[in-house]
């Protein structure tokens, strides 16, 4: 098996990677440093999550140790299609640059251009970058990228995606292919980039890993299929049924992402789920980079626990401990669906991947299933088999029995809570939440998680149902000590049996 220190890395590299707590290199990592050392082009074919990152830093890192940045002219540029895939690469740059001097700037939108001139002037050996920022730099003239001698595309096929494949034509454009070293990365190798690596790269090493986590046996995936009960309630009943699948797996879902295939789905789900005491954000292309970043720091410290997001905004994010994604929509593109259960079951993880199907979207359903040639387990709707749950008690779904199964024993309270919310659902515009809505023990467990106040919704409604709920029952009511309304101080004893079951498991 290769080693690292086989690999000719720079010693003060090599210690960094040893800090990072790395043992061997990833297979692209062994495959592509070696060639980039040689100054060759480099076509990796692989997506996030295979180390592909450390695959073209740390040669960079190698490459540059010797020689001096001029003013405005970088030594070397590394283009990405979303800030936070730059601000990323930036974070892998001082990890692994911590014992050399090397300097590096970060241009991408949504930050002043001021700091980010003073940087370029002053002379920058890596410049990482989104190309709307980046040419915007060049056409106030304060960047002259002729003397890049390696520069790195990454995500390629994201930059399809995005139309920004006209800018990277530009930029190589800028460049001089003379003295231009190529490492070029896409998850999948569309013609268009496909014409663009024919084009720009010269005779490069082609690199090519097995897409992750597919079939990775540590993800657990699974599919409601779901019908809504009228075509206008489609998307508060969705969301009725996300929850649900949440408060099923409230024991392991330390945190998730739920991903909406539209930006406005993004602010809805994480609204409603806020509304119902989860504690959510949202994060997506439109809102403010400062913000943005925020939200992605809280998620990855674990205070913020549900991040609700679109597939660019999450696209490349390395956050190690996700436990959970929940997909809100089929992806209509199945690549996405890829990209979205690799957030979860990383470096060797357990993650679990639950997706909600509508029939419209189980085309794109087939598609998934013929890309990753396995059929997605279906789940038992949890809010039908609520209903029927005597004579269906125990008659789970394949593959997910050990949660399925666990989860169905203590369905009562989910479908208590489901069934409680009619009032909400009819209302879909304002949806409210139910009185003893699910949240109530989720907002418990966020409370756990997170800083108290970052959401209003919460002190409002859950974490005060949920503080106030055990002195609620002892006082006999909400209404202090008054006659109650309701089940009063007669709780009946399998209630109590049930909550406990479920706090014990
Ligand atoms: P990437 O595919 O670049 O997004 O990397 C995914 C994750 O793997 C990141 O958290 C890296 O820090 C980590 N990583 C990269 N290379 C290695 C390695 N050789 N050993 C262990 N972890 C690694």
Redesign the pocket.
Known sequence: MTKFSDLNLNPKVLKAINE???????PI?AEAIPPALEGRDVLGIAQ???????SFTLPMITLLARGRARARMPRSLVLCPTRELAAQVAE?FDTYTKHLKLTKALLIGGVSFKEQDAAIDRGVDVLIATPGRLLDHFERGKLILSDVKVMVVDEADRMLDMGFIPDIERIFGLTNPLTRQTLFFSATMAPEIERITNTFLSAPARIEVARQATTSENITQGVVMFKASRRDREGSEKRKLLRTLIDLECDKCTNAIIFCNRKMDVDIVAKSLKKYGYNASPIHGDLEQSHRMKTLDSFRDGSLRFLVASDVAAR?L?V?NVSHVFNFDVPSHAEDYVHRIGRTG??GRDGTAMMICVPKDEKNLAGIERLVQTEIPRLENPLKSAKSEKTKDGDTEKKFTGRTRRSSKSDSKPSEATDAAPAAQADAQTEAPAKDAPAERQSKSDNRRSNAGSNDNRGKSGDNRSSSRSSNRSRGGRDNGKTVVGLGDHLPSFIALSFEERRAG
């Open positions: 990072a707590g790395y043992e061997t290199p990833t990592q996030t999550g295979t180390g592909k990152t450390a892998n490349g390395d190690p990383r470096a």
